[in-house]
C-alpha cells in the first residue's frame, strides 16, 4: 500500500506538535533532500539529469553550501551551468516565433522562456511540492480511517495558511459526498479555533507592554508573534 511509506513521518510530524506538522515535515524532507543532491543523487544518472536541467533555487544553493561537501557542489553546479548555458544559446538562435496574429506583444521570446523556466526552476522545491500533496493526501485517508490519527489531528495546533489550503485542495483526491463536506468542515473549524487561539495570544503579548500588565504572567504568549507569523507564511 502506497500509503505506508507516507504514515510513519507524518503521524511523527503530528506527535512533535508546533503550531503546523506539515512544516515539521517539510523541514525534515528539505534537510534529507539537500543532503541527497549532493550524496546519492550524485551516483544516480536520472537523478543527474534532472539536476542539471532544472537546477535549484537560492535557498537551497545556500543550504547546499552548508553541507560541507564543497567538490560535489561543484560537479552539480558545472554540469547545471553548462546545460543552461546550451539551451540560452539554443535560444538565442532561435528567431521569435509569431504568437498571435498582428500583436507584436504576443511574439515569443525563446530567450526571455528559457529565462523564465530557470529563474522559477528548483529540483528540492519542486520534490517537496510534490510529496506535500502526497502527504496531504495521506493525511485525509488516515483522517478518514484511522481513529488514532483522527485524535492526533484533532489535538493538533492547527496549520499553517499556506499547508492548511493545500490540505483543503487535496481533500477531495481522497474523499466524497457527505464525508469530504464532513471532514473538511472539521478541519476548517480547527483552524479557525488556533487562529483565534494565537491571536489570543498574540494579543496578550501586545498588552504585556502595559506596565499594568507587567506583573502579570506570560502564559503563552511570549514567543507568540514567532509562532504567528509561522502561522501565516510560507515555509518554503
Ligand atoms: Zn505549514
Ligand atoms: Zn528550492
Avoid at 490540505?167 to 472539521?186: F, I, P, V
Avoid at 500588565?213 to 502561522?231: F, H, I, V, Y
Wanted: glycine share 4%.
Amino acid at each position: 500500500m502506497k500509503e505506508k511509506i507516507y504514515t510513519i513521518p507524518l503521524t511523527d510530524a503530528f506527535a512533535e506538535g508546533g503550531e503546523c506538522p506539515f512544516c515539521t515535515l517539510e523541514k525534515k524532507l528539505e534537510a534529507e533532500q539537500v543532503t541527497y543532491a549532493l550524496g546519492a543523487s550524485m551516483m544516480e544518472p536520472d537523478s543527474r539529469i534532472i539536476s542539471n536541467k532544472k537546477g535549484y533555487c537560492r535557498r537551497h544553493f545556500e543550504q547546499m553550501s552548508r553541507e560541507g561537501k564543497a567538490l560535489s557542489l561543484g560537479l552539480v553546479l558545472d554540469t547545471h551551468l553548462n546545460e543552461l548555458i546550451q539551451s540560452l544559446e539554443e535560444a538565442v538562435a532561435t528567431p521569435k516565433a509569431k504568437g498571435g496574429l498582428f500583436k507584436k506583444s504576443s511574439e515569443v521570446d525563446p530567450l526571455a522562456a528559457v529565462l523564465e523556466t530557470n529563474q522559477n526552476s528548483c529540483l528540492i522545491c519542486d520534490k517537496l511540492h510534490h510529496t506535500l500533496e502526497k502527504f496531504s493526501e495521506v493525511f485525509w485517508y488516515l483522517y478518514k480511517n484511522e481513529p488514532d490519527f483522527k485524535e492526533k489531528v484533532e489535538t493538533c495546533q492547527g496549520f499553517c495558511l499556506p499547508h492548511f489550503k493545500l490540505l483543503l485542495s487535496c481533500a477531495d483526491h481522497e474523499l466524497s459526498g457527505k464525508t469530504l463536506e464532513e471532514a473538511k468542515a472539521e478541519i476548517i473549524a480547527l483552524e479557525l479555533s488556533h487562529l483565534k487561539r494565537i491571536n489570543d495570544e498574540v494579543n496578550w503579548f501586545t498588552k504585556k507592554f502595559d506596565y499594568r500588565n507587567q506583573n502579570e504572567p506570560w502564559g503563552n504568549s511570549k514567543d507568540a508573534p514567532q509562532r504567528a507569523m509561522e502561522k501565516l507564511s510560507k515555509f518554503l
